[in-house]
């Protein structure tokens, strides 16, 4: 039998989906998980966009042009002019989701040993399309204590090395919903351009801010229009992850066209995915309205339970859907797959994803956890009687620290 | 501004679609471009398949799981094992395409600087999957003068070193359309096992075979269930190459396991596409033969017009809808632009691939191209009587060779 290569064997696995067959089998069992692990969200993918997909009269599902359906590429280059970016259709590539956006960013820009600067703990595939594009992550560590900030801009000069060919942040960001300032955007884009090196933005969640906090896009960074390159998709903005549509937005020709070589070979994004993207630009405002509305209240009811709970470390997350919190445990890793396999309340348990995958550290998150606020308050609720009682009789809990001790 | 990196620069260009720039200027400037470049049919997709997608309830459009919609999967091996193979569930990978597929057996199976066996012409994006995941191709020429048939076993063995992993075919070929035999699959198939490495089988045109020709997956070979994976796909066969949705069948649990932890970054192929999938496993058999009775009339009108045309090689191809002829030209590369760019015939003219692109080894391939018998067969002879002109006019015409000149 001819053995797999020895690159898989060195593969990270996502920790978002790696518990899966643990989640299945406690289905199988009859147990009724609440899915917090994955950012997919519960709410309605916009009825009046499915309808016009269903309206569209498509006798063949073709090829899409490589770089995208021309139509949709315009309205979203009309949507980008009308806020007062300087974007052109050539400027955007339409991709498979986010996450094919950043593969092609890193072989366009970045080639293999050479690295890119991440503040952690960063989206956890980021290390899974760093592996695959055989490009190093320098990982920059980022506090719990003050909400997961965007870390000094001293410490991103300290790792710039001569390998560096960028700096890659999501904002606002997954997995720990902290939202950047204006101000910390354009002192990135200061030391890029100071640096000559890229700035790539993941964006998938500008549409998620909270309270006082306000997206600011790094395309607003004229200055540095031939470093920055954005990522952005309608996954998590209309509900419609299983479209695969993401986007780059990039002002340098020579990176467009470096992707565009590299896109080719899997021809074309997905053409029904594509419709229902057009048509999602169509979308009213209110949309998006009422889904952030909703948000809130669920981080909010997130945010006071796990305030609640004896020896759980948290913060108010400003923006995207997550909070990424520290629990009095030993393993996140085993109490993931303990909540799944060995425990239940009241018939119940949970999917939460483990800390540690989303380090490029090694030793760090192990007592963290991603909690994705994708469910209703209610089931939020109840998912976290689940989490209160199962910290509670957790065998492996570890002593509350210092800092835990004073407050009980 | 900071440069792109060295692997763009060595990227090889898609011969398919690298003249799409040429093609809108000509349509700009009013010409009717014939394209039979892409293997994108212009056969309607099974209106009764797109109609269950519309009646389908999909509130959410939800990310898929990574390896697919079980419904889908499940279907599937349920037509395998109808058709008598030993397939289940866990053997089956769904895809963003069989473009996607060859890439993560790419990733899983081969390191990089390891080689693969490809004989060639080869479908050219092969080239850039490899580049993509730094793998050598090891080319084995096959001739037009035999259709391209599969070149002799001997010259596979002495192909293989201490480096090569696997042997990739395509079958029925893009871009010959040659169809191998039972045998041919069986020796290769033994040839593998011998040498302990993987047989991979691009199974994409598995529909299409005329006249005697008869389609033999290695899926076949029982004894060689671990060595073997095939690829295949919705695009070709139900003229649904938009839906971006292959699949790997492999029967090789450890190859499986290092598939889905590359696949696991991207999250899963789209939703839509694998919903409109799932609905084309119920489209009546007759569709595929009337479809087959269109591309062999399709293949006649070709091969009989090319035949006709003083100086140009051909042969008839068994199977896909590819025909890859040699043309009595300098240079195909510029023949094609030249065809778009400075010539037209009544107004009309045609865009084909070139042939040195679907060569691994430099230098071949350069009076030859590939034509998709992608049209109905008016548009299709309207498309030759542009060839027959241009080939007659073209200022850069080379003298025919010695056998062509006897024939005249």
Redesign the interface.
Known sequence: ?????????G????PI??L?ASANQAEAEGKKVYYLN?G??????P?SA?QK??EKD?????????KGISTYVEKLTQQYQSKGFDIQNEHIYIT??A??AI?LLL??????D?NIIIPEPLYA?YV??SE?A?VQIKPITSQIEDGFALPNIEKFEAAIDSKT??ILICNPNNPTGAVYSKEAIIELGELCKKH???LFVDEVYSAFCYDEFEFYSALHLNDLA??VAIVDSVSKRY??????VGRIVCR?A??L??IN??A??????????QV?SEALLEVDASYLEEVNLEYTERRNVLFERLSQMDGVKCYKPGGAFYVFAELPIDDADYFCKWLLESFEHEGQTLMLSPGSGFYASPELGKNQIRIAYVLNSTDLNKAMDCLEKAIEIYPNKVALDAKMMEKI
Chains 1, 2 share one sequence.
């Open positions: 039998m001819p053995n797999i290569s020895k690159r898989s064997l593969t990270y696995e996502s989906r790696k899966a994955i997919q969200p519960d709410i309605l993918t009825p499915l997909v269903k498509l006798p063949i599902i073709k090829y899409a042009p490589s498979n989701g996450s094919e593969q072989m366009a820009c970045v080639d293999a050479e595939n899974g399309f695959y055989s060919r960028a000559d090196i890229f031939q470093n509900s419609a992850c299983g479209a695969r340098n020579k990176v066209e470096a070589k590299f080719q070979y899997r021809l074309s994004a997905p053409t029904l995915g229902l």
